[in-house]
Nanobody, 113 residues
Framework: VQLQASGGGLVQPGGSLRLSCAAS????????MGWYRQAPGKERELVAYITSGGTTNYPDSVKGRFTISRDNAKNTLYLQMNSLKPEDTAVYYCHGYYRLDYWGKGTQVTVSS
């Protein structure tokens, strides 16, 4: 299964973006799917994850602003990002786990006025 993230771009502070991660195959069996981000000079960090049962979790830095969801019928993972801040600027990667780790190529999100 290949994952392809899209939806990044340039947005002003306070704005919104929705990222999508399309899978080339079924994600129904994925135990866990998530979004990570990596800013220049920083380590990759978890932004959100969702289990096959729909349980979600977020770090405090994005809680209340970001929402992760998955559509198994469309084989797509989403990340709705609201109230964006300059510190959210990073390359965002989608990830899935089913026996193996699957990573998509990143999509750049830049929050700047």
């Amino acid at each position: 299964v290949q994952l392809q993230a899209s939806g990044g771009g340039l947005v002003q502070p306070g704005g919104s973006l929705r990222l999508s991660c399309a899978a080339s195959g079924s994600i129904f069996s994925f135990n866990y799917m998530g979004w990570y981000r990596q800013a220049p000079g920083k380590e990759r960090e978890l932004v959100a994850y969702i289990t096959s049962g729909g349980t979600t979790n977020y770090p405090d830095s994005v809680k209340g602003r970001f929402t992760i969801s998955r559509d198994n019928a469309k084989n797509t993972l989403y990340l709705q990002m609201n109230s964006l801040k300059p510190e959210d600027t990073a390359v965002y990667y989608c990830h899935g786990y089913y026996r193996l780790d699957y990573w998509g190529k990143g999509t750049q999100v830049t929050v700047s006025s």
